[in-house]
């Protein structure tokens, strides 16, 4: 099965910072991966798919990029209500897997 | 608009079965897969299990693989997830989610499923 790992675990930032979250396979899943956003007791809202394609509704201060092993979530201007919890999640083959995610909170 | 809603959360003692749904509607519920998709409290999100389309592709998750089953009607745009020989590591909020692009896009609200004596 590929394994997913996320850097950092957790950041604090300011708005109006750049924020960049590291996701890495174990192996190889092209470009097979989505990044999804969690605040506290909602369900997960997908912002990336296929490594780089924004989600509609999405702002545009979110972009992703990547293929093969290793990919990169960039918020070009943290806003207050980016603070969330940030998971990404590879597709490439069965059984897909979730990164650990990564919290971002206030400075 | 697309909507999901899990339903059939609950208390369940270990050792005991517990049956969740996930009702569709706002889009042709035949065209997609679905997945269910688990949160531990406190802890990351797990993949639990996908359902193709027309019920014909299951895939499952290692921890949950000959104890849970997913199904579907679409005649009713409902997706099932049975679940037996329940354990207290199974104690998560469940989601459903539709698949677009190969990964979940839209998702449920959640049904929390509690595994205790």
């Known amino acids: 099965d590929i394994q997913m790992t996320q850097s950092p675990s957790s950041l604090s930032a300011s708005v109006g910072d750049r924020v960049t979250i590291t996701c890495r396979a174990s192996?190889?899943?092209?470009?097979?991966l989505g990044w999804y956003q969690q605040k506290p007791g909602t369900a997960p809202k997908r912002l990336i798919y296929a490594a780089s394609s924004l989600q509609s509704g999405v702002p545009s201060r979110f972009s992703g990029s990547g293929s093969g092993t290793e990919f990169t979530l960039t918020i070009s201007s943290l806003q207050p209500e980016d603070f969330a919890t940030y998971y990404c999640?590879?597709?490439?083959?069965?059984?897909?897997?979730f990164g650990p995610g990564t919290k971002v909170d206030i400075k | 608009q697309v909507q999901l809603v899990e339903s059939g959360g609950g208390v369940v003692q270990p050792g005991r079965s517990l049956k969740l749904s996930c009702g569709a509607s706002?889009?042709?519920?035949?065209?997609?897969?679905i997945h269910w998709v688990r949160q531990a409290p406190g802890k990351g999100l797990e993949w639990v299990t996908v359902?193709?389309?027309?019920?014909?592709?299951?895939h499952y998750a290692d921890s949950v693989k000959g104890r849970f089953t997913i199904s579907r009607d679409n005649s009713k745009n409902t997706v099932y997830l049975q679940m037996t020989s329940l354990r207290p590591e199974d104690t998560a909020m469940y989601y459903c989610?539709?698949?677009?692009?190969?990964?979940?896009?839209?998702w449920g609200q959640g049904a929390l499923v509690t595994v205790s004596s």
């Open positions: 989610a539709r698949s677009t692009s190969g990964s979940p896009e839209y």
């Open positions: 359902i193709s389309h027309d019920g014909n592709k299951k």
């Open positions: 706002g889009f042709t519920f035949s065209s997609f897969a």
């Open positions: 999640l590879h597709h490439n083959t069965y059984p897909p897997a």
């Open positions: 192996q190889g899943i092209r470009n097979n």
